[in-house]
């Protein structure tokens, strides 16, 4: 596709279990992000891909929190045990490179009950 | 941390107004970026910039290193730019933006 995709585009959970949030970033950027927008908090940053690596995780929240990246492209961000602060739009970003525009998915918007 | 500050945090303006938002930061960055996010709907990214001055139709940007400051300006606004607009920088120790709060915009028509 055309632009960042993010799936699913809701997902409504019961507290205590685990979710993933998928992202496929534009074919051939190298730097994924992944950012978190909350009533409360609005925008966070939560974690940077560089090809497959991490090498800014400074945003987790907690150790709940985890995501990966294989084969430089798509990206996963799971939550274990979710709790009701965690409520939120999750969303995905992509560069060419670190440093360069960033192009945003619309979002998972998760709703833990 | 960087910390983002923009004002004013909402703005209703009658339609053909000039409109002019501002952020300031507290930590030099290697990049500053307006955003624009419609209800309901995703985040578009209007500029990035690091000096000087932006225009992209009746928008401009400008940013100020020095006085680690950025306006988005709008001119002849119209209801269509109703929306969120939101200052990020990049840098000052994270990978990754770091957001003000955004500038809620309304044009009457």
């Known amino acids: 596709g055309a632009g960042v995709s993010q799936s699913p585009s809701n997902k409504v959970t019961e507290k205590g279990k685990d979710v993933e949030l998928r992202c496929d970033p534009i074919?051939?950027?190298?730097?994924l992000y992944w950012y978190r927008q909350s009533l409360g908090q609005g925008l966070e940053f939560l974690i940077y891909f560089q090809g497959n690596s991490a090498p800014d995780k400074s945003g987790l929240p907690s150790d709940r929190f985890s995501a990966e990246r294989t084969g430089g492209s798509v990206s996963t961000l799971t939550i274990q045990r979710t709790q009701q602060e965690d409520s939120a739009v999750y969303l995905c970003a992509s560069s060419y490179r670190g440093g360069q525009p960033q192009h945003f998915g619309d979002g998972t918007r998760l709703s833990i009950l | 941390k960087n910390e983002v500050e923009q004002s004013p945090q909402n703005l209703t303006a009658q339609e053909g107004e000039f409109i002019t938002i501002n952020c300031s930061y507290s930590?030099?960055?290697?990049?500053l970026h307006w955003l624009q996010q419609h209800p309901g709907g995703g985040i578009v990214s209007l500029f990035m910039?690091?000096?000087g001055k932006k225009k992209h139709g009746r928008l401009i940007a400008t940013i100020n290193i020095q006085e680690k400051h950025s306006s988005l300006h709008i001119t002849a606004s119209h209801p269509r730019d109703s929306a969120v607009y939101i200052c990020?920088?990049?840098?000052?120790?994270?990978?990754?933006?770091?957001f003000g709060k955004g500038t809620h915009l309304i044009i009457q028509p």
């Open positions: 930590v030099g960055i290697s990049a």
């Open positions: 074919s051939g950027h190298t730097a």
């Open positions: 910039l690091s000096s």
């Open positions: 990020a920088v990049l840098g000052g120790g994270a990978d990754g933006l770091t």
